[in-house]
């Protein structure tokens, strides 16, 4: 497989990624039609979270020592790129690089039969993920989001980005459970007349369904409530105990939020 658009813009791709055996992809360079090696650079902005060097070319090598002489980079939002077997790094560990700089060279250290470069990207849990889409693209940022549940409507509605001018809810139908990515955040239940536990990401959700809810908190972020039948309140940007210290009116349902 021949690729033009790879970063350096002369590279072969000479192994694909496998989900259960090959969790990177390799290659060379093409340099003047021939397989060559060349210089390895950073896909794009980042920090040097981990380097390997003094390491020689050992088939039977394991764990670590396969990847041989390696440079770990993490990125914005906490993905990762790994470059494997190079022949020597000239990185330091923690050192800031720019996209395009010099991380070393590529070569045939660790569990390697030629030189080439193995390359690897890691999700925010550090898992591999098929690079194969990102080689001439940016990485996938960590979307922050929310959403609402519409109580009328019996569903959650569609995500909003935090920032945007949009806002999650529809007017005249109570809201009953929030969701939030990267956040931490509770809501205060209008029947129960209590505040629900603390949740964190968008993997669970605050609320009690189907009752409505009438308080918000959410921690380091600004936002605002809608109240059924009035309108927005002032925006919130601490929490605490005080009148200041969440969204809402406790006693009137919120049907809609705002997260900027
Ligand atoms: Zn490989």
Redo the contacts with the bound molecule.
């Keep these: 497989m021949k690729c033009r658009e790879l970063q350096c813009g002369k590279c072969f791709i000479t ?1 694909k990624y496998k989900v259960l055996t ?1 969790k ?3 290659m060379v360079a093409d340099i003047n039609g021939k397989h060559a090696t060349d210089y390895v650079v950073a896909h794009s902005d980042g920090v040097v979270v981990w380097v390997q060097k003094g390491q020689k070319n050992n088939p039977k090598a394991s764990g670590n020592a396969s990847y041989g002489n390696c440079v770990k980079l993490k990125h914005a939002d906490g993905y990762y790129t790994l470059y ?2 190079l022949k020597n790094v000239s990185v330091k560990l923690n050192q800031k690089v720019k996209k395009g700089e010099v991380l070393g060279y590529m070569g045939n250290t660790g569990r ?1 039969s030629g030189a ?5 990207v890691r999700n925010t849990k550090d898992t591999r993920i098929n690079p194969t889409d990102y080689i001439n693209a940016d990485l996938p940022s960590v979307k922050n989001e929310y959403q609402v549940y519409d109580n009328v409507k019996n569903k959650w509605l569609p995500k909003v980005k935090i920032g945007s001018k949009d806002y999650a809810g529809n007017f005249g139908h109570g809201v009953s459970g929030v969701r939030i990515t990267n956040l931490t955040y509770r809501v205060h239940d209008k029947v129960k007349k209590r505040w629900l536990p603390w949740v964190t990401g968008a993997s669970d959700y605050a609320g009690n369904l189907p009752n409505d809810i009438d308080g918000l908190q959410v921690k380091n972020a600004t936002y605002r409530v809608h109240i059924k039948g009035e309108g927005w309140l002032n925006w919130v940007n601490k929490v605490d105990d005080t009148p200041e210290g969440y969204a809402g009116i406790i006693g009137k349902t919120i049907d809609a939020i705002q997260i900027s």
């Design positions: 192994q090959h990177g992809i390799d494997a077997h390697s080439h470069l193995h390359w690897e």
